[in-house]
């Protein structure tokens, strides 16, 4: 799929790394002289984030390419996202070149986070296919889309913001602002009056949200938490009890204070005394370590944005195998992601078995015991492991797994990896025990014929003896594998 992107700035930048950390070729368009060198900080950001918060071996990136017009990045695209600011008049204008160049099939979202789709449309040609594609910041972590504007297009752009790991909400009657920056104005208002008022100070009201109804609202938004604040009768009994302080006049939700210049001055020097001792580039990282960690917390119990996270993981686990040509098998190949490495500056030990371990997935992939066949409620266990560490190795060397299959029966498979670097030499090698499972009865099986069968056509390659290492640690079926027998 080819991606166009129309503006590389904070939300520009995050569709972009979004889109080409999920595997997708970029072609972008913006005529700001340092958009190479902010889209380029904020793809770092990006992919140091996204090591962090995937397990699963990432695809490998899409090429970002910089075009020098309108009509050059959107020629041939599949999907275009427009992030121009805030000006109705430039955005007909953009979207104007965009639709005298793309194809006519092709989608066309715009990031605005304030004008509906029939504002959007005015004296378009295909208008149908102009969408509200609202994120927030940053987009290369957080999921939801909103999505404005109904039809068939709508549905085709939710395909394809799902399959890069977002969660489109589409939006049924257009609105000015939509749903997410309403609520937010809200909160943004008041906030202005208790700063206007004296009665709180920027980092006062941060505090508050963040260590409080915040955390609440990042895993179960606003109506869940509430009915829990029910008790056992649920939403209605809150309602009962706290709908009559809507009444009461406790806040000014209908005016805004005037942002004079002793105002814009008192949050100005509150916020630079609250976070000025970071830059804005620490300050992004910071937020994206704490949202990783949000996040992991969330799928270990595969809730909100924790769901989403799992089943993009599980988009990269059931990658579609790799063609192989000659033998050992050569199935998965990486660059050694920066967040791997431990404080003498080398791979930490555990990265080597995660290595190893994708490997095996993408042998079993290769066999056939890919994520249509576990979900038939059989797959393959890893019982018994040996791992030799040969070399060190360093942030973004290259690595290649060569794969043999040492020998199979009905129920086992018995591998040997080699990591390789890129001058051949080997840094690692591991040796796996695998047991074909029922996975709901928790116990060894024999394998189908097909599978039997690929694992036969494998090891027909198999030529010359094992490596001498080979058996040091895995001299019999070991007791795990027993227990499971």
Known sequence: MKIAAIGGGVIGGGWIARFAL???????????????????????????????????PLPEPGRIAWAGSIAEAVAGADYVQESVPERLDLKHSILAEIEAAAPESALIGSST??????????????PARILVAHPFNPVYLLPVVEVVGGGDAAARACAILAAVGMKPVQIAREIDAHIG??????????????????????????????FGFGLRWAQMGLFETYRIAGGEAGMRHFLGQFGPALK?????????????EALVDTIAA???????????????????????????????????????VREMENGFYAREGRAATGYPLRLHELRVPGGWVDYNGHMTEFRYLQVLGDATDAFLIHIGLDAAYRATGFSAYTVETHI????EVKAGERLTVETRLLGHDGKRIRLHHAILRADGSAAATGEHMLLHVDTEAGRAAP?????????????????????????????????AAEALA
């Open 22 to 56: 999920s595997g997708h070729d970029v072609t972008v368009f913006d005529p700001h002289p340092e958009a190479q060198r902010i889209v380029g900080e904020v793809m770092a950001n990006a992919a140091r984030a996204w090591e962090k918060l995937f397990q699963a």
């Open 113 to 126: 986070s304030g004008f509906k789709p029939s504002e959007l449309r005015a004296g378009a040609r295909h």
């Open 181 to 210: 920056d309403r609520l937010l104005e809200a909160v943004w208002r008041e906030a202005l009056w208790l700063v206007n008022d004296g009665i709180a100070t920027t980092e006062e009201i941060d505090d508050i949200i963040r």
């Open 248 to 260: 009461w006049p406790w806040t000014k939700l209908m005016d805004v204070p005037e942002l004079t």
């Open 270 to 308: 509150q916020s630079d005394a609250q976070s000025g001792a970071h830059s804005i580039r620490d300050l992004e990282r910071i937020r994206d370590d704490n949202l990783v960690g949000i996040f992991q917390a969330l799928k270990a119990t595969d809730w909100g944005a924790g769901r989403i």
């Open 388 to 391: 030799r560490h040969l070399a």
């Open 447 to 479: 394998m189908p014929a097909a599978l039997s069968a690929a694992l036969g056509a494998v090891a027909a390659q198999e030529q010359g003896p094992a490596p001498d290492h080979a058996g040091a640690g895995i001299r019999r079926i070991g007791a």
